[in-house]
């Protein structure tokens, strides 16, 4: 019983069609890129090319720090920004040589860089400020960040390298606001020159790495400007990188991204969890690098619904809180109590007397304003998180801490998607939320009652509280703004609007190849002196 | 039979629309939307709504889902919200690498299973047969993500023959295509050996051995052939098994296929992705089992379709 005739040349043709089709013609792509690899990697062994890798466990949707909030870390190297921040985080010259501000805060004058050009070689000018600001702010462009430049009324271009911009009220956050990532400066009219393919296939910057290629949820690899040479003046390094090439890599499990820098796959991971921390210490070949990170981890409650209304229940929750054994058990010890509404890490806005101010842990005095709030019967609550490993433990350890004063808790988790959906819809009651943030004004976003019900998911509408906001916001001067937004911090600890739990710390793991490596509390400088063994 | 095709491939058309209708409700009556990634933890109501309008998020189900369709007759499977690409492009980036993993996975199914599976038919109840089935029965009990995990650790990390994460090599193939293989060898070897059991059984065969034939010809050209029929079948629905199980490991291995685009797409909530990848790989197990129909027909000539 052989084969019929016709149908066996049939049935082999079928196969090796499917067969070449799919190892061949449709991996054109991928072969390329192989080959590519093979001879960079070979041309790597002869010049000595000097290639740093970093991990990461997600890669970003579009390489345009105007259209998506969610960065790419590569966009911190294309690009420079007006203003920068040094390791101590302050405020330092960066594409902008030196800029006045005139005595009532509303108009400030950038005096620029004469040498810079971008990676397509066009010299770097006042217009091209105009141009990036002008963009974000314009309504079509659904910018994430056009509401952070809301202060700015107009952007006048005086000559090619002064540029002034008129404010509609005085706003000293622009210093912050011209130095992150989303502020990072474009050629004019980039979309017109580029259209479809810019922040896809192109992206053109002033800084120190240009973007050789892109692949989304793969890599992304940045090779050095050799033109760079207008470092800010606190780099040791101001000239070109040491480094060649910097890839970055996506590992999006766990466990394979810890694996890949223990054989040097990769040579720094950032965010490394606490589980693995005591694994990579061990390694001579790894150093972990912790600092308190500008992260801070809070309960919430909603604070117009019964009981959180009254005052003496949500100090009642404060006092409840037994923060080191939080830390201990969810974060291993690593991570330092938070006492105030701001990490310690902005270091001129955090309010030093935070720890003095705040409730210290004392079940006793919980029971006792919870009775005298009427509640001696205990409550019962819900207490929603985020469905993560870290706010599930959390969740636990608050229930039982909770439990010990006379409030019992359902316990609700949520994926991040819904969680976010929950809380704007307003049935949260106890919530537990993280914020990852380094400037004050994120007490705007999440107290002000102008942005109830979201971002404001504590529900917080308070005359008092948007007063002192907005009057901090709008002093002439940081000093002063500083100053104003210690004194929110002080009302809202009275209030106790949150009950604050931990900073967690920041920890980066970084391979022994990697030279003279320096952290930095904001953006990693890697062009800034950083070295790397060549391969 | 060309008739016969054409049918099949026509009445493919209705599961494709209940299928995107399904993804579609489930996405939009769904918490959450692919704006709050675009915008980030700290926008106001008034920007966040200002992006929701750019991406038309703010239309209401019917003309969202009837943008979807024209976009699909159009050719480009619409346009990715947070990629701002043709979502067609982003599949043929993303299809041939899981192709590659799973066409592997396939062949290595393959090599292991009609051996082993003929060896334990032939020489039931001895020792090969034994150590044949306990094999298996272990293939069959592992979960294909967890030996991924174990082959990763072993060869890639421990004695560092393959990449830990994808590299876009060859090498990077070989141990999700053994994860794959493994495992379904181990089930297809099962069904291999029954399949063997029962033709072995048959008139025919021992017809051919009185003819004289050599043991090798009776098993391999008379008995093997029919006995692959079931197997077939088997194969074409696990096709699709094995396109949706690459994609614990394209997370594990790190390889940026079409699993994984589906995943990201889904936490995001990036719907026009997923209901393209959905089109894709919905339509790749369709035809995987119109494609072992037609085999039937080759393999058997008892089958003939009218």
Known sequence: MSLNKIKKPLLIALVMALLTSVFTGCSSGTTDSNTENADAGAAAAENGEKVLVIGFDQDSDIMDTMRTAWYSDALIYIHDRLITRDYEFNYKPGLAESWDVSEDGTVWTFHLRKDVKFHNGKPFTAEDVKWTIDTIKDPDTASPFREDLAAIKEVEVIDDHTVRFILEYPFPNLLYNLSATAAGIHPANAYEEYGDDYGKKVVIGTGPYKLEEWIPGDKTVLVKNEDYNWGPEWMENRGPALIDKIVLKIIPDENSRIMELEVGGIHILRNVPETYVEQLDNNPDITVHKNPATKLGYLAYATDKEPFTDVRVRRAINHALNKEEIIQFVFKGMGEPAYGYLPPALKDEYLEESQELAYEYDPDKAKQLLAEAGYADGLELTLSADNSSKSSKLAEIIQNQLKEVGINTNIQLYDSASYTDMLKEGKQELFIREYSWSNADIIDWFLLSERFPYPNHSRWVDEKTDELIKSAARQPTWEERAEGYKEVQRYLIDQAVWAPIYIPVQMIAVRKEVKNFKYHPWMLQYNDGFDIEAK | ?306
């Open chain 2, 1 to 306: 039979m060309l008739k016969y095709i054409v049918k099949r491939l026509i009445l493919m058309i209705p599961v494709l629309l209940l299928m995107t209708l399904v993804v579609f409700s489930i996405f939009y009556f769904a918490p959450g939307d692919p704006v709050s990634r675009i915008a980030g933890p700290n926008v106001t109501e008034e920007v966040y709504k200002s992006i929701q309008k750019k991406y038309g998020l703010d239309q209401p189900f019917v003309v969202q889902y009837l943008r979807f369709l024209k976009s699909v007759a159009e050719g480009d499977l619409g346009i990715s919200i947070l990629q701002d690409r043709p979502v067609l492009e982003m599949i043929k980036e993303r299809l041939p690498v899981t192709l590659q993993i799973g066409l592997l996975g396939f062949a290595i199914t393959f090599a292991i299973a009609i051996p082993a599976g003929v060896a334990a038919a032939v020489k039931k109840n001895t020792a090969v047969d034994y150590l044949c089935m306990t094999g298996s029965l272990l293939g069959i009990a592992v979960p294909t993500f967890w030996l991924g995990m174990l082959l990763l650790y072993v060869f890639a990390y421990k004695l560092r023959w393959f990449p830990i994460s994808g590299d876009g090599s060859f090498k990077q193939l070989v141990l999700p295509g053994f994860a794959i293989g493994l495992t379904n060898a181990a089930i297809t070897a099962r069904m291999v050996r029954s399949s063997m059991l029962e033709v072995l059984k048959q008139d025919y065969v021992r017809t051919a051995r009185s003819k004289g034939l050599l043991e090798k010809t009776v098993v391999y050209r008379h008995a093997l052939k029919n006995a692959l029929i079931p197997v077939i079948t088997l194969m074409g629905l696990r096709l699709g098994w094995i396109l949706g199980g690459s994609v614990a490991l394209e997370i594990i291995f790190s390889i940026p296929g079409i699993g994984r685009l589906m995943v990201d797409a889904i936490l995001s909530r990036d719907f026009p992705v997923v209901q393209g990848s959905m089109l894709v790989l919905t339509s790749s197990i369709i035809l995987a089992n119109i494609l072992a129909d037609i085999l039937y027909a080759i393999v058997d000539p008892r089958i003939r379709y009218g």
